[in-house]
């Protein structure tokens, strides 16, 4: 079964609306998470690692203001887009490192639609 | 420079047929690992095979064989017996046992594979 849970899946809201998006470590747990984007039909990009209890680590180019992640406990990071536009429309996805001998994980993403 | 390439944009195959899906890195670690995900239209990353940088044989799973080079630096990915359900998106990645951040993927570009009947 899953071992890493994103929610929501999809997303359809107003421009100017901040957008949530958990990512929870199911059975196990993570003191880093990744997480990405991706355009249609191109590579998942970095966007920032979230490390339990201390700042984020954001890629170059990435607005920290416009995503702010949180990783509040040892089985929960968050990624909020802030007063999100239609150029935010993108496709989400979470992972975090493997245990010993494990793939990594990955969250199923989030479609996230501004309209 | 890229450290994953993905040359391929777009493979087509027929059912039942083998495919190839290339795939070449770039580091400088002695110690690192290589894996394929399958991404279908739904969107979630599907683990698919895995190589270290130390196994000394090709890795395989199933329908999945990975054809490691070292010396070239390729980690291809063959899918025997292709099915319709493997018509997806294909990314080859790559995780450095080195670095500032531990258990980051390097993906390449991807490949769309679309299988026919």
């Known amino acids: ?115 | 420079a890229q450290k994953i390439t993905q040359t391929q944009p777009g493979m087509f195959v027929q059912e039942k047929e083998a495919v190839t899906l290339d795939c070449t890195y770039d580091t400088s670690d002695q110690s690192y690992g290589l894996f394929w995900y399958k991404q279908p239209s739904s969107g979630e990353m599907i683990f698919l095979i895995y190589q270290g940088s130390y196994d000394e044989q090709n890795a395989t799973e199933g329908r999945y064989s990975l054809n490691f080079q070292k010396a070239r630096k390729s980690a291809n990915l063959v899918i025997s017996a292709s099915q319709l359900g493997d018509s997806a998106m294909y990314f080859c990645a790559m995780r450095e046992k080195r670095g500032s951040t531990l258990g980051r993927l390097y993906f390449g570009r991807g490949t769309q594979l679309t299988v026919w009947p």
């Not at chain 1, 954001?58 to 887009?81: C, M, P, R």
């Open chain 1, 1 to 115: 079964g899953a071992v890493v849970s994103q929610h929501p899946s999809w997303v359809i809201c107003k421009s100017g609306t901040s957008v949530k998006i958990e990512c929870r470590s199911l059975d196990f747990q993570a003191t880093t998470m990744f997480w990405y984007r991706q355009f249609p039909k191109q590579s998942l990009m970095l966007m920032a690692t979230s490390n339990e209890g201390s700042k984020a680590t954001y890629e170059q180019g990435v607005e920290k203001d416009k995503f702010l992640i949180n990783h509040a406990s040892l089985t929960l990071s968050t990624l909020t887009v802030t007063s999100a536009h239609p150029e935010d429309s993108s496709f989400y996805i979470c992972s975090a490192p493997p245990r010993a001998g494990q793939p990594q994980h990955f969250g199923d993403g989030t479609r996230l639609s501004i309209l």
